[in-house]
């Protein structure tokens, strides 16, 4: 089975750190010695019984011990154990003790071979496909943690549920921390539930959890863990958290086999059916689309409810998420995905311009709406009858092009049952026609802007097609991302201008996310002079951001002023961006806060400046590359929880230190901080340029 699983999934980033280290033999994973340690654990929880031994019937569950293979995780420094040989463990006693239970168990591998050896991002990717795939209750991926002190013994239990999910991956994640720290980890200095945002979380369709139930650095729990006694109490522990969780009897969505399409311009609705987990807590139950709620009525029927939505939806494809409790507090979180696709009922075309001169390419826009008065779906199919010509709709608009010379004297339009007869305008020469292009691979430009001296006469619409008034010259165009240039339109003919990109189009369409660290009260490193890295963050992301801008690229910023902000906070801002890349800025930050590493994975204190990027993300390597090189600093290993916790590619860029800088040392002035910027601004030119040449 697992062999066709490989062959079925591809695709994945990493997990959870610690950087991934290989040993040229590996210790055993149960010491030959039995150490007396237990005593420093609590008594294993007593075996399950009464609703608890039952709950697991029939439950299915998706066990992924992380790391294996070329992948081998945290090497514990006192006894040489590999988490990933200690994830195996504990998840086939699990699997074991499961199936004893009456519970389906799907595991991401059973032995030392990953689903892609290869590359880490793509097996992290491949185990969420999988665990898709299988459509399980539930998905639990066990690790084991280290610090990146050198010689800690940090002994805390950390448990992540899947960043978003505040009703299903919340409940399990209360269910399992609390088992665990009665169970095995009572003695745990801090006890963490927390948002994550790893990949195979984020990718997880299932409520889902990543477990860091210790500390491999910390060598008491080194040694009971690579012991029998202690990988059957942690799976012990896991079992009985899930027993838990599931007594509550999570309410199970039925799921439709395909979108719901809704053809009627009245009230709207739609069902949300349950197999089990009933009664629903209807007080409880809410339904959102785009992060807000819904004006919707809401009917109770035996098996879950129904929806009516007000009014006619527009045409196109809708997600609305349906969040709500059973009566015994188990959360459910649904995803419903409505397709709204109504026919046309209207039809009215515009000529552009007007009055066609010789030489023009004239526009005919083609205006569909529905019954419901709105525009129809995109990808609407509008035609030209008896000319086999079609287009199809954007925004309930298709455009229709001809040359004076070539047009009929008549035609009709038709879409759906709608239909209009047009007889173009000829004549007068009132306007010239020019279509603007880019100059280095031929595509029509968009919203392309003409100005003719200080007046805007056109604006190139999608097709980069631009009617302009004859005489009004001369013509500039101009267009974020690229040069200024000069229109030369004939009294008679077309005309064709091309753009040229700047830095040839590498910045266009991307999304970079720009992260100003710190904050409000949170102002991070004070120079001697009261100077705020706070603000020299902001003013160099903004910086930043203009000259991305200026260069075709999309940017968001987490703050745009002097306001607080939490690390789960920018995280839950950049994600809905879907980023490219995501830079953080913060000068003199605290090692504690930037986390970068050593080549062992202790963190460094010897940086004043560098740039972080994440141990394993080649990208984001790249990336730190290019940038520290023009800043003139290190590259280095992080683990700041921004560059962590990021689905893109992500850098933390600290270009100087605060805490050293001396009385008397030259002020961060605004040239200073705009040479920073732009620096930054070469080595993202730089790193997008050598994608660009790869593909």
Known sequence: MRKAWVLILGAFLFASFPACRHEATKPPIIPEESPSIRASHPAPLPPLSGELAVALTGRTVFIDPGHGGPFTGMVAPSNGVHEADVNLSVALKLRALLETHGAVVMMSRVDDEVLVPDNLSQDLAARAAMSNAAKPDVFISIHHNADVEAGSQKDDLEVYYKRGDDVGSLDLGRALISALGRGIRFSA?????????????????????????????????????????????????????????????????????????????????????????????????????????????????????????????????????????????????????????????????????????????????????????????????????????????????????????????????????????????????????????????????????????????????????????????????????????????????????????????????????????????????????????????????????????????????????????????????TEPFAADLLLTISFGAPVEHTRPLNPVGHLRRDLTSFVGHYPESVSGIRVASAIAEELGVQKTACVSYLVQQSQSAAVHVQPASLDMRLPGDAPFDANALRGIAESIYRGLVTYFTELGLEH
């Open 189 to 573: 200095e801090r006890k963490h539930l927390l948002p994550g945002n790893y990949k195979v979380l984020r990718l997880n369709d299932a409520p889902s959890l990543l477990l860091e139930t210790a500390y491999l650095t910390n060598n008491r729990d080194a040694t009971y863990l690579a012991t029998d006694d202690g990988a059957e109490d942690e799976a012990n522990s896991i079992l009985i958290g899930l027993a838990m969780y599931f007594a509550l009897d999570p309410p199970k969505f039925i799921e439709e086999n395909e979108a719901s399409v809704i053809n009627s311009s009245q009230a709207q609705g739609f069902n949300t059916r349950f197999s089990r987990g009933l009664p629903i807590d209807l007080d409880t139950v809410s339904i959102r689309r785009d992060g807000k709620t819904v004006d919707a009525a809401m009917i109770a029927s035996d098996d879950g409810f129904e929806w009516i939505l007000p009014g006619p939806l527009p045409n196109g494809v809708f997600t609305y998420n349906i969040i709500g409790r059973n009566i015994h507090g188990a959360g459910f979180h649904v995803r419903r995905t409505l397709h709204v696709d109504r026919a046309a009922e209207t039809l009215s075309v515009i000529q552009r311009p007007a009055v066609a001169a010789p030489g023009n390419r004239v526009l005919f826009e083609v205006r569909v709406l529905d019954a419901a008065g709105l525009p129809v779906a995109d990808g609407t199919v509008v035609t030209i009858h008896g000319r086999d010509e079609t287009m199809a709709t954007v925004d309930g608009i298709a455009h229709f092009y001809f040359g004076v010379d070539d047009m009929p004297k008549s035609f009709s339009i038709i879409c759906d049952s709608a239909s209009e007869d047009v007889t173009p305008s000829l004549g007068g020469q009132k306007y010239r026609t020019a279509v603007i292009t880019n100059a280095v691979n031929g595509e029509s430009v968009a919203g392309a802007i003409v100005w003719a001296g200080e007046h805007l006469v056109g604006v190139a619409n999608a097709e980069g097609w631009v009617a302009l008034p004859e005489g009004a010259g001369p013509y500039r165009v101009m267009r974020r991302g690229y040069d200024e240039s000069a229109l030369n339109v004939s009294s008679t003919a077309h005309a064709t201008a091309s753009l040229i990109p700047r830095h040839g189009g590498v910045l266009h369409g991307r999304r970079i996310a720009i992260d100003p660290a710190h904050g409000g009260r949170v102002p991070g490193a004070v120079a001697p002079d009261g100077s705020r890295a706070s603000d020299l963050n902001l003013e160099v992301a903004q910086r930043l951001a203009q000259l991305i801008e200026h260069s075709g690229a999309d940017v968001m910023i987490t703050r745009t002023g002097d306001n607080e902000i939490s690390d789960l906070q920018r995280i839950n801002a």
